[in-house]
């Protein structure tokens, strides 16, 4: 069956990989991992937004550069960014009563809605049988709903924590599949991976698996 993969960048990072060892993560064969003998996956949609230097990691946006180049040695998949807005707030010390300090905040926008949006065309186009969803977005029940009994397409919705899924997207989802940590360990890219013109693309440092945490 004809399979069109959409991955939330940030909520797969934050929900599944940043306390994983395993960070080098091949989607393709992630999302195989997912599927059954026979699921063709025709594209890759990744949702994500380029980060900024913060004063705690300012070597995030080297890592997630290395990363997106890996990721494009995959001919399916499609990197779709949208924009981080940053703005200074008014936060309590924990703590301390009545102590506030100003703080650097970040937000990311975008991903969500683009999701959904490529997630209703491609599926109101006839562009996949299965609809593999890497996202625990609440936002995304309603698009799931209309995909999966509106349009009558299977939804396969990968879930990332050793948690329960909620009962509507048990209702929604044709149905919700637990990534493992075996599946991420076999869905690691090669250490380094040939790019373009025989190019070697290695992995960050931070994110070798046998790395003490």
Not at 109 to 124: I, T
Not at 133 to 140: E, F, I, R
Not at 169 to 197: D, W
């Amino acid at each position: 069956m004809r399979v069109r993969v959409y991955v939330d960048g940030f909520n797969l990072y934050y929900r599944l990989l940043k306390h994983s060892r395993y960070k080098w993560t091949d989607l393709k064969l992630l999302s195989s991992e997912l599927l059954q003998t026979g699921d063709v996956i025709e594209r890759i949609r990744y949702f994500t937004a380029d980060v900024s230097p913060r004063a705690g990691d300012p070597d995030a946006p080297t890592r997630q550069q290395a990363y997106f180049r890996a990721l494009r040695t995959i001919p399916e998949l499609e990197i779709h960014k949208g924009t981080f807005l940053a703005k200074t707030i008014h936060r309590p010390v924990r703590g301390q009563e009545e102590s506030y300090v100003y703080v650097r905040d970040t937000e990311e926008k975008g991903s969500d809605v683009n999701l959904a949006s490529h997630l209703l065309m491609d599926g109101f186009c006839d562009t996949y049988d299965i609809a593999l969803v890497m996202s625990q977005d609440t936002d995304l029940l309603e698009p799931i709903r209309m995909v999966s009994q509106e349009l009558g397409k299977v939804v396969i919705v990968a879930w990332f924590e050793d948690t329960s899924p909620s009962k509507l997207l048990r209702q929604y989802a044709t149905s919700v599949r637990h990534i493992r940590p075996a599946m991420l360990r076999r869905s690691q890219f090669p250490n380094p991976v040939i790019g373009r013109g025989g190019a070697k693309l290695r992995r960050p440092d931070e994110w070798d698996p046998d790395r003490e945490m």
